[in-house]
């Protein structure tokens, strides 16, 4: 059995973990709370943004536009949203993996890397292209146009053939998916194409004109739409990287509980044996003397 | 019936809902020129150009600076997709100033490298913001 004090040594380091985790669980939670807020005040944005976007793509959509057929040379590129911090649970590999044994697993990727972790795990395997890392503690609208213009002068170039995003997606504050988008060139996924229909039929009573043309419509709302989707990408990550690591606190914290509650147990059982081979010793010893 | 002459305008931005309301006619710059777009407007889609946004609403008007964005007009609703717009109080003028003075110098001493579409985007920004302090 450990002595007392070995158990007592502990058992003061597996509560100051707890500590540490729990005050933690309160940070994120309070992080997540502002983030969530975030995530639905730009909903708006880009539920317009995306319609838009996909009624212009529905108008012309034979239309031959250097956004909308990929590239014929160059890597796929891969804009990777993970966090700069650890201790978030599965957070963090899961994107990762996405990568790594996703439907993109194998191939060369060139990866523009928003958030250190991802940027480590990926720079043994992968050419890291650009690392934006500062960006994820307090992602700005400005920092997604600075990535996106970065990829898209890369796409234009022909460096690059086709564009994807791999981010956390906010379901909830309990459900996060690891999810990979593809960004360029622009497809329209058969989802909203039905939506697309429903809206159409429900208020568009006359046809929508664009001005300027649509070709040149197209080249100014492609990279916004880009910039919208990068943006709304690293704010749910936000959102989501606190939520993981809010879960991943609370149980470590009532790890840390369980553990005390054994380890209580144990120093208790501990401290009674001792009284109790104390008390035979003295009584063995009155015995001998009388 | 001046009721009948208002419409719906959104101005959204991807941090906030900058205004929701109701209003007689709004006004401001695209690529192809001014606008002001009044209630039963042709459906149209814009592109905006740096300018100043005008709202007319029942009780008087505010005014803006919008930067970038697109604007998709309906008959009885419009809603400005704006990626930067600012209210006069939001503007700082001093840096408004240095940039209208950089971007003057930029086009002033142009050289092969210089991005003049560029310049003038940021000229016209600057321009903007001193304008709607008025």
Same mark, same amino acid.
């Given at each position: ?55 212009? %793509?529905?108008?012309? +959509?034979? =239309?031959?536009?250097?956004? /909308?057929?990929?590239?014929?040379? $160059? #890597? *796929? ?20 993996? %996405?990568?790594?044994? +996703?439907? =993109?697993?194998?191939?060369? /990727?060139?990866?523009?890397?928003? $958030? #250190? *972790? ?38 234009? #170039? ?133 | ?134």
């Amino acid at each position: 059995m450990a002595s007392m004090r070995d158990i007592k040594r502990r058992k003061g380091s597996i509560q100051s973990t707890q500590q540490i985790t729990k005050a933690m669980k309160l940070v994120s939670t309070v992080k997540l709370q502002r983030a969530k807020q975030n995530a639905e005040k730009s909903g708006n944005y880009f539920h317009c943004m995306f319609d838009t976007v996909n009624s212009i %793509l529905k108008k012309t +959509g034979s =239309l031959d536009h250097k956004y /909308l057929k990929s590239g014929q040379s $160059g #890597k *796929k590129a891969v804009i990777v949203i993970t966090s700069n911090r650890g201790l978030a649970g599965g957070y963090n590999s899961n994107v990762i993996k %996405l990568i790594t044994r +996703g439907e =993109l697993a194998g191939e060369d /990727l060139a990866i523009y890397a928003v $958030g #250190k *972790k991802g940027r480590e795990a990926l720079q043994r395997q992968y050419e890291i292209k650009a690392d934006y890392s500062d960006v994820i503690e307090e992602p700005a609208y400005v920092d997604a146009m600075v990535i996106s213009k970065d990829v898209l002068e890369a796409f234009s #170039k022909g460096e690059i053939s086709e564009i994807y995003l791999a981010y956390t997606a906010f379901k909830n504050t309990v459900v996060h998916v690891p999810t990979l988008l593809k960004l360029l060139p622009v497809a329209i996924s058969e989802e909203s194409e039905k939506m697309g229909e429903e809206t159409a039929v429900g208020d568009d009573r006359a046809p929508m004109n664009f001005e300027p043309e649509d070709e040149e419509a197209l080249n100014l709302l492609i990279p916004k739409y880009i910039t919208s989707l990068i943006y709304g990408g690293m704010i749910e990550a936000v959102a989501s990287e606190n939520g993981a690591r809010m879960q991943a606190m609370d149980s470590a914290t009532s790890n840390a509980e369980e553990m005390i509650e054994n380890l209580t147990l144990l120093y208790n059982r501990a401290r009674q044996g001792s009284i109790t081979q104390e008390l035979t010793e003295i009584i063995a010893g009155a015995n001998a003397i009388s | 019936m001046a009721d009948n002459n208002l419409f719906t305008l959104r101005i959204i931005t991807p941090e906030r809902v900058f205004y929701e309301g109701e209003v007689s006619m709004v006004e401001f710059n695209t690529t192809e020129g001014e606008i002001g777009i009044y209630k039963k407007h042709v459906p149209m889609t814009v592109i905006v150009n740096p300018g100043i946004v005008t709202i007319t609403e029942a009780e008087g008007t505010k005014i803006a600076a919008l930067h970038a964005g697109f604007a998709e007009i309906l008959q009885d609703k419009v809603v400005i997709l704006a990626e930067i717009i600012e209210w006069p109080e939001e503007i700082d003028v001093e840096r408004a100033q240095a940039a209208k003075s950089r971007a003057e110098e930029r086009i002033r001493s142009k050289t092969p490298e210089t991005d003049i579409l560029r310049a003038e985007t940021a000229l016209q920004r600057a321009l903007a913001r001193i304008h709607v302090i008025g």
